[in-house]
């Protein structure tokens, strides 16, 4: 029998809601974040850029 994971059951985090976790959960979370993010940096998912002058930007 196959089972599927309920939407209804999903946690919608919130930064706010990492304070909650004790201070070695949040550096796990932290570490887990800045893995995740330069993972994506270097199959190119995205960039940095520079903002322009007038700090207009369109994502």
Known sequence: MAS???IDN???WQYKDILTLSKD???KWMA???DK???LQ???VYKLVDLPQDGHYKA
Request: with cysteine.
């Open 10 to 12: 999903i946690h919608q």
């Open 4 to 6: 599927a994971l309920s």
């Open 32 to 34: 887990a974040c800045h």
């Open 37 to 39: 993010l330069k993972s």
């Open 42 to 44: 270097e199959r190119n």
């Open 25 to 27: 959960e949040q550096k």
